[in-house]
């Protein structure tokens, strides 16, 4: 029988381990690959492409609030992510599944209910904590800004987390492995993207749909 793979992308030890054990109590047999930062769960996603599933943290090293997700979903179109995140108000869970996660689980959570959580998703369904009513993004602002961020593609989500993270192009050349060109090729589409004249006002774009993290 092939074992089922699944990523945990946090960079809290004894939170990994409390997915781990919520993964390992699901029938079957299971491959958990661990990551803890940003660039350790793309490397994990690129490496094990038949993986079922990712648990992704919001808030990690290498990446500002939904940058990561919208990186990861652009480039890995067919993996289900799902958040886990202390940051569990409605507003976060909305735009978290708006930017693409197939389900949303609070860090407060118990065992049980990120196992139900995690079955759920693999079943094709969309998860949500009991308390959140859904709706739709009620800044018309916001809700267009999140349908430009979608047409990002995986490398400009990646720069444009490293922008509102304050990084200079130099130095998101080096972390990226192109060149400073590539990256001010990559800044000018974003902010034709964005409709904004500056990286400043991109990353203030960026701050609008972030805000509503605490954590």
Known sequence: MTASTFIIADDHPLF???????????????????????????????THSDAE?????????GVSGFSGLMALRAEFASL?????SA????????RSLELGASGFISK?????????AIQSVLDG??????????????????????NRLRTLTPQQSRVLGMLGEGLLNKQIAYELGV??????????????????DSRTQAV??????????VA
Do not use: C, Y
């Open 53 to 61: 599933l990712m648990l992704l943290d919001l808030s990690m090293p």
């Open 179 to 196: 060149s400073e060109a590539t990256i001010k090729a990559h800044v000018s589409a974003i902010l034709l993207k964005l409709k904004v």
């Open 125 to 146: 369904d969309i998860w949500t904590p009991e308390f959140f009513q859904g709706g739709q993004e009620q800044d018309p602002d916001v809700a267009d800004l999140i």
């Open 80 to 84: 289900p992510i799902v958040i886990v």
């Open 87 to 94: 940051s569990d108000d409605p507003t976060t869970i909305r």
């Open 108 to 116: 407060s959570s118990g065992i049980d209910d990120i196992r139900a």
């Open 16 to 46: 990994r381990g409390a997915l781990r054990q919520a993964v390992s109590s699901i029938e079957g047999e299971q491959t958990i690959i661990e990551a803890g930062d940003f660039e350790a769960a793309r490397k994990a996603a690129s």
């Open 204 to 213: 203030i774009q960026l701050g609008k749909i972030n805000m509503a993290m």
